[in-house]
C-alpha cells in the first residue's frame, strides 16, 4: 500500500515557502495597515502594540524580499523610510480579509471550545 503525501507538506514547495515567509501574525498584521496607506517604520511599532524592534524588522524586510512591500527611502531630515504595498501585496487583501471576517465571525466558537479544552485538561 502507497502513502499519498500532498506536495504542500515537502520542504521544498514553493506553498510551504510562503507560509513558512508570509502567512504569520506580524506580516498578515503588516500587510493589513498597508493597505490603508504607506507606513513608516515607527507608526508601525505605534499600531502593532507587542512587536519588537527586531520581528518588524525581520518581518518587513521578508515582506519585501517576496515583492509584497515596497521601501522608500524619503531624502527628509532626518532620513526615513516609507513602506507600502505593491501590487501582489493588494492580491492578499481578500484572501486575508476572508480569514479575518472568519476569525472575527467565529471567536465566541474559538473561545468556548477553548474554555472546553482546558476544563477537560485540568480534569485529568
Request: aromatic share 8%; glycine share 4%; charged share 25%.
Amino acid at each position: 500500500m502507497t502513502c499519498q503525501v500532498d506536495a504542500v507538506f515537502f520542504a521544498d514547495c514553493a506553498a510551504r515557502s510562503f507560509f513558512d515567509q508570509v502567512a504569520n501574525k506580524w506580516s498578515v498584521m503588516i500587510l493589513t495597515v498597508l493597505i490603508e496607506k504607506p507606513t513608516r517604520f515607527n507608526e508601525f511599532r505605534r499600531r502593532l502594540e507587542g512587536i519588537t524592534h527586531k520581528a518588524l524588522t525581520q518581518a518587513l524586510r521578508r515582506l519585501e524580499r517576496n515583492g509584497l512591500i515596497a521601501r522608500k527611502v524619503l531624502a527628509t531630515s532626518p532620513v526615513a523610510v516609507e513602506y507600502s504595498i505593491t501590487e501582489l501585496g493588494r492580491t492578499l487583501q481578500a484572501p486575508l480579509g476572508a480569514a479575518y471576517s472568519w476569525a472575527i465571525n467565529h471567536l465566541d466558537d474559538i473561545q468556548q471550545a477553548q474554555v472546553t479544552y482546558d476544563s477537560e485538561k485540568q480534569g485529568r
